[in-house]
């Protein structure tokens, strides 16, 4: 069945593709789950950005339209009822959930490349653009939701872009990852270093997010690996993570912090138990790079998006469920266009 471009795949394995007329019309660049997992979020370098029903056919409403660039980055309010977007037309809007229509908007002065809510729902982080040879760096800066302006002064450590934000589970702390191949671990109230740069990727770093008990970080960089570190004192645990073949785009953690997801140019996503730093599954659905991956709540669902215009939803077996020994089977239960 398809409809509005999306194809619910429930009990079947996807097996072909369908473009429509509806959906996004280029790359998609990133995916986020709403806090019920009941929606998915996708943003594009079409401009727009869609909510998307998780586990039936249509779209929830319209395309969200009002970047005049690319979309960069998504990410739900904790609340549920507000998506934030970053675009390189240098702004981050805010989208209403229950109107569809937008509800503010963010200036900035560069491109918003990373976006993410704090948990309590009443802060907004995002990561910018840049080169080292500007002279203000590639900043990272706090917004207040409820009055729509930012908190406080940038926070300035990394000297290129800055591609992803992520916020530790008690909103004490914010990680960064850049292009400057560094990590970085912030005081969200005071803007300061408290640990890192962490150093070890041999190139940019694409993405990165903390475990959800705040223990640790991974990352995820063009060096084609993935790496855990400890939060507190950012030593590297174990050794990195192999077996991309291209840049790896996108990490994220397990509801439970048991597995790691992981996506790149390889056009793969995969998925790995840091209690053995082994990967225990690989989906190979997309056809082209895979810039962005995300868990559901329930952890029992992986969201990506791709290159290749689509969002794919995959079932996967929950976080209890993978044996140390090897993969699972498991089902694609939607696909958008």
Not at 117 to 126: E, G, Q, T
Not at 196 to 213: E, I, M, Q, Y
Request: glycine share 12%.
């Amino acid at each position: 069945m398809i409809v509005h471009g999306f194809a619910s795949l429930l009990g079947s394995r996807f097996t072909a593709n369908a473009y429509l007329p509806e959906g996004h019309t280029n790359w998609v660049t990133s995916v986020a789950f709403s806090p019920d997992g009941k929606s998915v979020a996708s943003g594009s370098y079409d401009k727009t950005v869609w909510m998307w029903n998780a586990h039936s056919s249509p779209p929830i409403s319209e395309p969200l339209r009002g970047h005049s660039y690319s979309v960069w980055s998504v990410s739900y309010s904790p609340l549920g009822n507000l998506i934030a977007s970053g675009s390189g037309d240098k702004t981050i809007q805010l989208w209403d959930i229950n109107t569809g229509y937008q509800s503010g908007i963010l200036q900035g002065n560069k491109s918003f490349l990373s976006v993410a809510f704090s948990p309590d729902a009443k802060l907004i982080a995002s990561g910018t653009s840049g080169f080292s040879f500007d002279p203000t760096g590639c900043p990272i800066q706090l917004w207040d939701v409820q009055r729509r302006k930012a908190t406080s002064n940038p926070f300035k450590g990394h000297s290129k872009d800055v591609r992803s934000v992520s916020f530790s589970s008690d909103g004490t702390r914010l990680v960064s990852g850049s292009y400057d191949k560094k990590i970085r671990v912030w005081d969200v109230g005071r803007g300061v270093t408290i640990v890192g740069p962490l150093k070890g990727h041999t190139d940019g770093v694409r993405s990165n997010a903390f475990s959800p008990d705040g223990a640790q970080i991974v990352s995820g960089s063009f060096d084609r690996t993935i790496r855990l570190w400890d939060a507190r004192n950012g030593g590297l645990i174990g050794q990195p993570y192999e077996g991309h073949t291209g840049w790896v785009r996108s990490v994220c953690f397990s509801p439970r912090g048991i597995y790691v997801a992981s996506s790149g140019n390889d056009k793969t996503v995969r998925l790995w138990d840091i209690r053995t730093g082994r990967q225990v599954d690989q989906f190979k659905e997309h056809t082209n790079y895979v810039t962005s991956v995300a868990f559901s709540p329930c952890g029992q669902y992986i969201a990506s998006g791709s290159f290749d215009r689509r969002v794919i939803i995959r079932k996967v077996l929950g976080d209890e469920s993978y044996s140390d020994g090897g993969s699972a089977s498991r089902m694609v239960t939607s696909h958008m266009v």
